[in-house]
């Protein structure tokens, strides 16, 4: 090969250059193509099981929550109405197709009134139904100790003693402080 290129070296310099290391380039170049084609493979894979894990988790979650979210519905509706003495409530999603990012409408209906939002309720109502709707959640997913701050301050007298009730219930399972 070096010499039918010496003695084509006039031929050559006709064409202008030639690259003597073009095939050595090429090898590299391919090495690198290969490379890179098998690093590409690799993400697509990874890419691939992740949205799939991705979606695995969300359904796990979405049967998880619509399942806790029915309990503490139900709960709700039965301790609404114990510190109510009657009336009604409930909690409903606003986009009931994605559950886990949908906001939650609470609406409620003391005794002798129409059912309304939370937002048109008395202090008091809204307290008694925030109250309801936590120890609703106790319920479900109960814990050792818990902190109120002042939560009675927007309650009367009369519900107030409907509030201690209910502490005093949940102070078997649960230590208040």
Do not use: M, W
């Amino acid at each position: 090969a070096v010499e039918l290129l010496a003695s084509n070296k006039e031929k050559l310099r006709s064409f202008g250059a030639v690259n003597l290391l073009a095939l050595e380039e090429y090898e590299v170049a391919a090495e690198r193509e290969k490379f890179l084609n098998e690093q590409l493979a690799d993400l697509t894979t990874a890419k691939n099981e992740l949205k799939s894990t991705i979606t695995r988790i969300n359904q796990t979650a979405r049967q998880l929550f619509n399942e806790t979210f029915e309990k503490v519905r139900k709960n709700f509706q039965k301790l609404f109405v114990e510190l109510f003495n009657g009336g009604e409530a409930d909690i409903s999603l606003v986009d009931p197709d994605d559950p886990l990012e949908s906001h939650i409408d609470i609406t409620a209906r003391p005794g002798g009134k129409k059912l309304l939002p939370i937002t048109i309720l008395s202090g008091g109502e809204r307290a008694l139904t925030a109250i309801s709707l936590l120890f609703s959640l106790y319920l479900v997913k109960p814990s050792p100790f818990c902190i109120l701050d002042e939560i009675d301050a927007p309650l009367d007298d009369a519900n107030c003693h409907r509030f201690l009730t209910i502490i005093r219930n949940f102070s078997s399972q649960t230590q208040f402080i």
